[in-house]
């Protein structure tokens, strides 16, 4: 028997211990539904009558024999070939056989069987003999079946379940785990299954800290959740949420601890960034209120200048117009008197003087448009108003659009700020051009009220005048109505309107003492109403004649210093005052005329523009002045000059101001005031 014979021996009769066992085990449970012997040279297979109806054979076949591929046929056909080359195996080596496989039985179905035989060899190796039993193993393959499907069960489960999973026994080790303790651990299961945190946790101190805190709950015997912060494999500071929970016995022993984690990184990032922007909200608010006035601001003096820019054309016509009044009288005057004729002069000059208060009204007008003076209100005949603005009306709202003027009222005198109800007017003209596209018909009419205050608790009761605008336009609807007086509500496209024109129309009918409201639906067109109080008196009129001079002589040696950096009306006033015998001084710029103030020269008055060059501005340079000359009168002669900051009203040293271009009656009378009061 040569080496590999006998090794083949010793393994044989090893196997054949076991399997007897096994077969013995068998009987003893009735689990053998069958036995068969192979007679493999004349391929010729006997079997008993359990293993005729395990195949589903006839019994007489099994007993007298048949061959093995008649036997074959009751195995299940993808079984068949696993079978097959089980059987090749056996063959090849000799020795025990085992093989699980399904048979039809005599009902049809097929069942589970462990075929276990023993093959013989001859002399020269080769198998002769294959005797066998069969054991019936359907419930043990139901049994491991249900075991398989309950098992990729909690695989699925497990994986499918957030965060990590696992188990640890009594000294904290790892018994099971789920994928995600796997990544968070950042080592394959066999490292660290069966170990505790601390060997195989690279942080040692954090890992102490897991296991004391499982230590705990072990001791305590109840759930706890804590959240704690865990390096991952790549060095990146991570957060965990934890659930757990003593792991207890049918018996209800505390056998281990079961947890589970979610990783709060984000969510603790998400806290920390409110907590920062909650500790930032009063700054961020303070800044965000800042850049909206600053936007506001903006908007508002773009809308300031977009409507100079529409009165620029009108403005411009009617100024060229009165220069050509005032220069072509100015030609004809010069022309009588090269003639010797003096008949015409005095005309000449009323309509020069007329002309050249006509523009004087027309900068008031403007500046009071760009709120760049002080307004107050005065008596003022509201019908002359609206007639004395209509052209400027036409030009401003266009060609396309027929403005219609209807002056109904019989109370028609105000106390307003004229200069302010312009501005409304045109406010509201302009808003019903745009809402008209351009092109329509706008009307303005006047009309007597009687507000009864009880009905109408806004607004006291009395005679009112009503101003009211008329457009044809798209109008309003509710929502748009009940919003019509918010500041910076706007229906315009952006950087059309600021939406402020409506509410400053508001506010000064408001603190006139009167109301405002509107008329309008979708497609028919709005109706502005300003209503206010009508006042009894004359209103103030404005003369273009010229009225004639006051009859003044100054007292001997009285001196007056001019400062001005315009020569013409430098010369207007000191040939003025040198004609009533008054002693003139005059001065170019500020440091000339603070040189002089200075100086022990007399100065019964000083006259002074406001805006001078030299480096001080009038207002500066009488303050200097008043160190040395502090009871000395000022008269202040300004084409445009605003409070200074934080003032409310100037001159604050008891002088006066007038404004360019004055006649000399207003000279004179302002002179009197100061000088001889």
């Not at 061959?67 to 993808?78: H, M």
């Amino acid at each position: 028997m040569n080496q590999r014979t006998a090794g083949v021996a010793a393994s044989g009769q090893d196997d054949a211990a076991l399997t007897a066992e096994r077969l013995q085990l068998a009987l003893d449970a009735g689990a053998i539904i069958g036995a068969w012997v192979w007679d493999i040279p004349n391929d010729r297979v006997t079997a008993d009558e359990r293993f005729s109806h395990s195949f589903g054979l006839p019994l007489a076949r099994c007993l007298t024999g048949m061959p093995l591929a008649e036997a074959f046929a009751s195995i299940y056909p993808d079984d068949r070939e696993r079978v097959a080359q089980a059987i090749q195996a056996a063959m090849a080596l000799g020795g025990p056989f085992r093989c699980e496989y399904r048979v039809r039985q005599d009902d049809g179905c097929y069942r589970w069987v462990e075929a276990n035989g023993r093959v013989e060899l001859d002399e020269q190796g080769v198998a002769v003999r294959f005797p066998g039993v069969l054991m019936n193993i359907e419930s043990r393959r139901k049994a491991q079946a249900e075991r398989d499907r309950m098992s990729a069960l909690l695989r699925t489960f497990t994986a499918a379940v957030p965060g990590v999973v696992y188990a640890k026994d009594l000294n904290g080790r790892m018994l099971v785990a789920n994928h995600g303790a796997t990544q968070l651990i950042g080592k394959p299961p066999e490292f660290y299954l069966g170990k505790t945190d601390l060997e195989f946790l690279e942080d040692k101190d954090q890992a102490r800290q897991v296991m004391e805190t499982d230590q705990r709950v072990m001791a305590g015997g109840t759930a706890v959740q804590v959240e704690e912060r865990v390096d991952m494999p790549d060095g990146s500071a991570t957060y965990w949420l934890s659930v757990k929970a003593p792991l207890l016995s049918d018996e209800g022993e505390v056998i281990g601890l079961v947890g589970s984690s979610i990783d709060v990184t984000a969510r603790r990032q998400v806290e920390e960034q409110l907590l920062e922007l909650n500790r930032t909200l009063e700054a961020r608010i303070a800044q965000a209120v800042a850049e909206r006035e600053e936007a506001e601001a903006a908007l508002h003096q773009a809308q300031k200048m977009e409507a100079v820019g529409q009165l620029t054309g009108g403005i411009a016509h009617d100024f060229n117009n009165l220069l050509a009044g005032i220069s072509g009288s100015l030609d004809l005057i010069r022309s009588r008197l090269a003639q010797g004729r003096l008949e015409d002069v005095e005309r000449y000059m009323t309509v020069a003087y007329g002309a050249t208060r006509k523009a004087a009204a027309l900068t008031h007008r403007l500046l009071a448009f760009a709120r760049r003076q002080t307004l107050v209100p005065v008596q003022t005949d509201v019908h002359a108003l609206i007639d004395g603005m209509a052209e400027l009306v036409r030009r401003t709202v266009g060609p396309c659009v027929k403005l219609e003027v209807q002056l109904s009222a019989s109370l028609h005198t105000c106390l307003v700020d004229p200069a302010q109800l312009e501005n409304a007017l045109l406010n509201l003209c302009i808003n019903a051009r745009d809402a008209m596209d351009g092109n329509g018909r706008i009307c303005i009419q006047t009309a007597d009220q009687r507000i009864d205050g009880d009905a109408d608790p806004e607004i006291a009761s009395g005679d009112y005048l009503s101003i009211c605008v008329t457009d044809e336009g798209i109008g309003m609807d509710a929502a748009t109505l009940s919003r019509a007086f918010e500041p910076f509500f706007t229906t315009k496209p952006l950087g059309a309107g600021t939406g402020l024109g409506l509410s400053m129309v508001y506010g000064f009918a408001r603190q006139t003492g009167g109301h405002v409201h509107i008329d309008s639906a979708p497609g028919q067109g709005t109706r502005v109403f300003v209503q206010l109080p009508s006042h009894g008196g004359p209103a103030r009129v404005v003369s273009d004649s010229v009225t004639p001079i006051v009859s003044h002589q100054a007292r001997p040696g009285e001196t007056v210093l001019v400062v001005d950096d315009e020569a013409s009306v430098r010369l207007y006033v000191s040939e003025t005052l040198s004609g009533m015998g008054y002693v003139v001084i005059e001065a170019a710029d500020s440091l000339a005329g603070l040189q002089l103030l200075r100086s022990d020269t007399r100065i019964d008055l000083l006259i002074t523009d406001v805006g001078l060059p030299g480096g001080l501005d009038g207002r500066k340079m009488v303050d200097v002045a008043r160190g040395t000359r502090p009871r000395l009168p000022v008269l202040f002669i300004t084409g445009y000059a605003p409070p200074a900051p934080g003032q409310q009203s100037w001159p604050a040293h008891g002088g006066m101001v007038l404004s360019k271009p004055f006649d000399q009656q207003t000279l004179v009378k302002a002179l009197i005031t100061l000088m001889h009061p």
